[in-house]
């Protein structure tokens, strides 16, 4: 059975699932947000507490990097929990075959009757998919898994990686490039952009409201500017 996984895994490794792909836009998407909201609150907050450009600029540093491999590290482990979960329950759908192969079939076929499939059709279905591939089909059917095409961890660690890199980019650049007459104003700015952008592509790829997704963003991301600036206004 593991010889098979393997073959299979192989000749399906370029062809990535709609899931797959999801999950690590939806990485980025997250990592880009926190690396936004992360570092501003670290440049505002250092910001208002002293006007050392040099010190501003390294605090953001510190922060994005930190925030960066700390999303990664994160994504990483969750995802690398999850694609264990979905193996271990491929592994139990496995052994169940070898068990009890009737009633593997019989989930099959209620599946398909649950859709509205003739209980005389369903069964020829069940019957035809589980001779073709068993374990493809049940896991499929009982687990939403598409056998060999588990959630990858890496893909994930280093979407997320990227993305909060390049967020938290967007106002560390608009503090350390803009005079200090501009650089509060530019940075309130590149935030409420950024921010409205992941809104939006958070919103895009849950299939939820856009205009929903900015607002929330929106307000998060001046709440956050402005309990950050008034925590620096106490030192």
Known sequence: MAANEEVRVK???????????????????????????????????VAAATNNQFTIFIAGLSDLLACAFSMASGEYASVSTQKDTEKSAVDQE????????????????????????SAETSLAIAQDLMHKDALATVVNVKENIQLGHYMNPWNAAF????AASLGGAFPLIAMSLFSTAWQWPATIISVLLSVTLTGFLSAKLGHGLVRTAIIRNVIVGIIT?????YVGQLF
């Open 11 to 45: 000749k399906q490794k370029e062809k990535q699932t709609m899931s797959e792909k999801l999950n690590t836009l939806r990485a980025g998407v997250l990592g880009s947000n926190d690396g936004i909201l992360t570092v501003v609150g670290v440049l505002f907050s």
């Open 159 to 162: 979407s997320s990686l990227i």
């Open 225 to 229: 500017m402005f309990i950050h600036y």
């Open 94 to 117: 496995a052994t169940l075959l070898k068990t009890n192969y009737a009633d593997q079939e019989t989930a099959v076929q209620k599946f398909y009757e649950d859709r509205g499939v």
